[in-house]
């Protein structure tokens, strides 16, 4: 057992002598036996009783040793943080909620989707949980599925019944799909609920609850000791109004009524209470109360999206076993001013060490006349500078054009935003790219007047195309000045910019954000219009462009704004955040600083997840600077890029390292990659002037 | 209350761009924990730009529905960013609903909140519980209506509003964003109140302080 070479014993000393220590302890112990005991027994993975020998002291004195030493903190035993993150929230949404379990998945590097991780953690649960002869009763969605997928027991005379009737609607996740999955995952006997689950009135109702055979089946439901179920959010974008399952009239005044969640088909207010609605009396499917009578009723859910839906569910009872993952578990905890200290728990950095960034100093130095003025002033430089690319339209200067820009025949190209992003948006005026740009006050949309004279001026009677980044702001104001300008007769599109990653979930890929990847998109559009396309194909090019588009920001100091020359938010000493966008609102994650390949390797990973680039595949690539990092360290980060792409085959068809969409003085870089074909490569070849970008 | 409602607008935005312009700092803060920390520059900048235009001459001699119409295009091009509009839009239909109107009472002013309401609802595509300033408005435009309902005093139906507006917007806190750059924060917009719902109330008891005060 005890290997000699390795070993501190010396077994020749004599045993007659009862002295405590029967070898001499090694000198990097410094003559602490607990340090020696402790070494042994977790580095050299020896038993008490080896130890026992080695140091020549009884076992129960090796016990002893190791004890205390835990308690005078010699030994720190440690769990993964990430895991034992999701033990406490699991613990302490158990306990707050007052459920018989709970289960919380740990954050990972969203390398893999929610719904998965969540599929595997509820089918690995419900299969330890279902016992022969169990009935379990089975809502639909997503994540049941993919609990389908991931549960197998092997149990005997289970039965499964459908908890709502059917649908017409056509997606992999109906009712009737999902039970009969689970019935095969656990080999147990199908019970479909053979009716519609909305039908067109209360008679229709009445008259199917009564047929038999409905009945039937309604009464093994009844049985049912175990339930299955999801929890839909009704915001935007959510399964509720995109599966066409309901009436999208009825879920509107559900939602008037304050409904924000759906249990089993049924519409739930922020504290849990049904709400009464058009659906509730021609719905065929279990009711709230049938489902609190279930014994065990096993929810799984997660996302940051549902986290009011949960809280219905789990503020009304309807829950005693919840599964959910790490990030939505602490959301919904500090959603109820719960806030177990999860994120770092066995590290005692004080609080006011975290909170300690630039605040010591109180105003960010800058070179400023008037804060007030900064854009006016800033706009006079410019316009000065870059006289021979731009010209302000009518005299003003928050509506510039391109010298060589319009002209008749072409579709117009029209960007913009807010300052503070320099060369954003002005950069990426001039031949072969943008027409015109308005211009906003600091990261604030412009306002439609200036815009509707960007597309006055940059129309040349076959349309005009906007392109700006996803912002409520610019969303409005744009669409505004797209109302004006088609009353003037002027046609116009409009794509909106999407490409950072870390904003939103891919489901919700159209909700993400524009940032630095607008760079190639204005590249695209423009070369698109100069080459005559017309307005469809331009704008259908631009989405293109747009869809193969990645960008991923990190941030390592906050930007200030002229205004109040204070940090927008405090970061740690040691903290970055990942996911950063252009306005300096905080990311989506923070985590510790790490070594730069560290932190290319994270965005690079998640890239390479949506990208899913081929060997052989060529990209384009911009390492940008948020305003503060220099040049060097954005080498320092291409370096990395391209290793990653050569180590998948890519190759790199052109790259831009620099200040091409900044945030003020914001320290922090972003990648964007375009995933280039035929069509963009020769696109982004197309000859352009602008004053960010010029290809000959 | 024989004031007529032209001067009465009038002195609404005065009042208001001097209540936000005293918030500016606190609203910025707010804005900082979620956003980009402007919220209070943008709204101040958009209110100042209304009283000024609406201190020149011949302002005293126009409709209270043109009065607002001028002001929501003057905050409009003064302010773009996502307030920009939706600022504007609830004035244009303020204007729309006080159209043919000289003088303010309480049925006219109970419209005035419900269409500054529904008109950022309308541009902002938005609902009650997206942690968004619909949390302070639409429980006040909910007030008006029911104040209205049962024949309720000026003083009484402000007090109401102003009190559904303050809770609306405390409840903020414990949402997660559903709109706007916040959005983005995922859970950590928890626990902070939504600026644009703090700016609400601001608003709104400035107006409060213009009509029950009168």
Redesign the interface.
Known sequence: MVDQNTSPRKTTGTKGDAVEVAAPMPLRFGDDPYVWACWLYYEDGRTQSDIAQIMGISRATVNTYLADARDRGIVNISLEPERLGSLLLAKELKRHFGLNDCLVVPSDDGARPLIDRLGAAGGQALSRMIRSGDTLAVAWGRTVMAIAEHTSASVQDVTVVQATGGTRANFAYTPEHCAAALARAVKGRLVNITAPALVNSRQARDIIMQEPLVEDQFEVLQQANKALFGIASL??NSTIHTSGFFESVAIQEY?SK?A?GVVAGRFLD?QGTPVKGPLDERTIGIDLDTLKAIDMRIAVAGG??K??AILAALRGGYVTILITDA??G??IL????VRPNVTRPLRTRSQDEVAQPLRTRNFVKKFLNDADEVVEEMLEGLIEAHSSHLSPINGSQRALMARNGPRPGKVGLVIGG?SGHEPCFFGYVGQGLADAVAV??????????PILECARAASGGEGVLFVYGN???DV??FE?AAEMAQVEGIKVRTVLTTDDIA??SLEDRE?R?GVAGNFFIFKIAGAACDRGLNLYECEAMTRHANDRTFTMGVALESCS?P??R?P??DIGPDDIEI?M?I????G?IRQELAPADAIVDRIMDQIFVEMKPAKGDSVAVLVNSFGGTPLMELYIIYRRVRQRLAARGVRIEANWIGHYCTSLDMVGASISIMHLDNQLTELLRHPCDGVAINIA | MGEPGTQQIIRMFERISLAINSEKGRL?ELD???????HG??MA?GFSAVTKRLSGSNCETLSPSEILRIAASTF???????????YATAFTDAAQALSGKDRLAVQEQADLIAAFSSGIKR??KG???DKTMLDAWVPAAEAALRARARDATAVEMWQDILSAAETGCESTK???A???????????S??HIDPGAASAVVIIAAMKDTFADS
């Not at chain 1, 906003?440 to 007047?449: D, I, M, R, T």
């Not at chain 2, 409009?76 to 939706?86: C, H, M, R």
Request: proline share 6%.
């Open positions: 915001r935007p939602l304050n924000v922020g940051y999206d986290v009011p990030a939505t602490s959301a500090s959603a109820e001013d807010g906003g006050n600091v990261f604030s949309s412009p306002p439609p007047g912002y409520a702001g409005m104001n505004m904003s939103s909700g954000r704004l205004q109040t204070r927008s938010f996911g966008g306005h300096g609102e905080r989506v | 910025s900082g924990a979620i956003g980009d920390a402007d520059i943008t900048r409009l091009d003064a302010v773009g960013a996502s307030t920009g509009p939706l541009r902002g609902e009650r519980g414990s949402m997660v559903a709109r706007g750059r916040a959005l983005r924060l995922g859970e950590r928890l626990g």
